[in-house]
């Protein structure tokens, strides 16, 4: 062989080699697994702890829309930790909303493919009624700096709220084991679809547009008034400035009016009563009752996203604290010894509410 001929098949050889080499990482499958990380990651034990206490999502329940029967609720978000974009939120502030979780990493290629699909759906469906959050696994040290991750976060463009799940605690409830994987809830909080991986968005868009379609028709009328805004926070000395004494030490203290003194325990107007602290709309008088107690009493509120409901252990007894989804005011305590149609008896204090009249 002549010497050109040699350097010509060499040239081939190579091209072989690279086409073969560049072919495979194209066509790799497209997701970034804690698995495969742990060959190629500086910081193996990290990716190790991310699938170790994992339950995997369960094969039969990725891809498929789950009706709302057969759907779990979705495990709370990690507590405690940096938002960006966002104040802290809680999935059971986020209730009526449908929410779409991303299991993500910035310098994951993969997740960064999905990007545009994800600023898309925020774009078109937030104003809807759609949260998209970013819980944000780190699979290097260097993923984990609040302020690295927040330049991330403007530099891609992304506007929805991104949480540093750091421990992998939202990581593991969700057992999550790959990156990206999307997870979509409904008004409910309940888990209706997984996706791992990119792609499937057109099944992404159509199960959004679906949960968000979901409870419009048989709440019409009702739930008009859904609060889907963003929270109010302020200081307890802005809120100390615009409340009364009784209004703050119920509404930021906890505290309970003396029975049968408050403004609305006897009182039969029509109309809406809404957060004495920030107006939000909560209960309507058609969903009023007496009940004999001294406050009071309403069935239901008038959207089940305006009220917040937490457990409440105070003075050894366990009840459920109903709170102004808004801002965060105590208003009163929710028992499941009231009337039909739902048995509920929301008890509120009358200095939480503020009443407006319709005719
Ligand atoms: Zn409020």
New binding site residues.
Partial sequence: MSRNTIIALSVIILAVVVFTVVGRTLTRDSTHSAARANFDSHDASAAEGATAAGADVPADTRDVFISAKSARPAPALVKNVPWINSDPLTLEGLRGRVVLVDFWTFSCYNCRNTLPTLKRFDASYRERGLTIIGVQTPEFDSEKQVETVRGQVRTLGIKYPVVLDNDYVTWRAYGVQAWPTVVILDKQGRIRYTHIGEGAYDMQEKIIKTLLAEGEKQSAGVSQDAYKGEK?VKTEAEWRALLNAEQYRVMRDKGTERAFTGAYNDHHENGVYH?A??D?VLFNSKAKFESGTGWPSFFQPVAAANVTEEVDSAYGMKRTEVL?S??G?HLGHVFDDGPPPTGLRYCMNSVALKFNRQS
């Fill in positions: 109010i957060c602290a920030c939000l102004c808004r801002c005011a």
